[in-house]
């Protein structure tokens, strides 16, 4: 007989978007998100007999995380992601977990004349901010991050003294562009319910704000000797930026770009340190990650 190892479900990429206006001032601040919210818990039935009892329908789901967003701030999302996984263990007692991902897309005011407009918006990149929320009876643990922040060096970066074997064609380098496509986390130590997420909830912004500034400073300013190397020492810094978390990860892809030799045309010089046209590359490309904990 088969046997249901592990089961979850719900409804994903919700996108939701909330408006926030000041009746005072008449501007007006948005949130975009996209939410995904899979429960678990007695539901082994739905699978194994066809027992739609304990189905809370994927429906419902989606309306609750509307209505959530209706009844509750949206920000900061560490707080909406708990406010709703909670709403489904304090509603439905043979729910046990409530994993809730919230993907919050970029809406940057624009500043016109100079000035910051009241109600409109660009898309500065494809930039998001994640959370990820496993929200249970005994407590609740949730993981930030950023994900697909575009940078690119265009010096500061060297790599050396790798294996050279009979597999090696790659030449050392002691300057040679970088960029990647930034995937961070901070996993916070976990929470002993809703009230401790809402206590102190002004910890979420600070801690992304520190960490976005950290690793665009420290990409900027480390004579990077890896990607490897450079990725560890933000994680350093992040766990030092926020004392509540105890993990920190990223997940670099380095995205290459190849000198191109022109000396076949007119002996034009385009190599070394002549190099000034290159070609970028979309695959393959390395991909390098680590999680850092505190000692
Ligand atoms: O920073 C780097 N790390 C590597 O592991 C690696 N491997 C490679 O071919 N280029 C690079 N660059």
Sequence with gaps: MPRLASARYGKDNVRVYKVHRDEKTGVQSVTE?????????????????ADNSVVVATDSIKNTIYIKAKEHPVNPPELYAGILGQHFLDTYPH???????????????????????????????????????????????????IVGLTVLKSTGSAFHGFVRDEY????????RILSTDVDCGWTWKKFDGLAA????????DKAW???????MKT??????????????????????AVPEADLANYSLPNKHY????????????????DAEVYAPQSGPNGLIKCEVARS
């Design 33 to 49: 998100m996209t939410v995904c919210c899979l429960l678990e818990g007695a539901i082994d039935t739905s699978y194994t007999q």
């Design 95 to 145: 729910i046990s977990v409530a994993n809730v991902k919230v993907v919050v897309h970029r809406w940057t005011r624009m500043t016109i004349d100079g000035k910051p407009h009241p109600h409109s918006f660009y898309r500065d990149g494809e930039e998001t901010r994640t959370v990820e929320a496993v929200i249970r009876r005994d407590g609740i643990t949730i993981k930030s991050g």
């Design 168 to 175: 090696t064609t790659l030449k050392e380098t002691w300057d």
């Design 197 to 204: 997420v809402q206590d102190g909830v002004e910890r979420f």
């Design 209 to 215: 704000e520190a960490a976005r500034n950290i690793t």
């Design 219 to 240: 990409f900027a300013e480390d004579e990077s000797a890896s990607v490897q190397a450079t990725m560890y020492k933000m994680c350093g810094q992040i766990l030092d």
């Design 258 to 273: 190849f000198e191109i030799d022109l000396s076949w045309h007119k002996g034009l010089k385009n190599t070394g340190e």
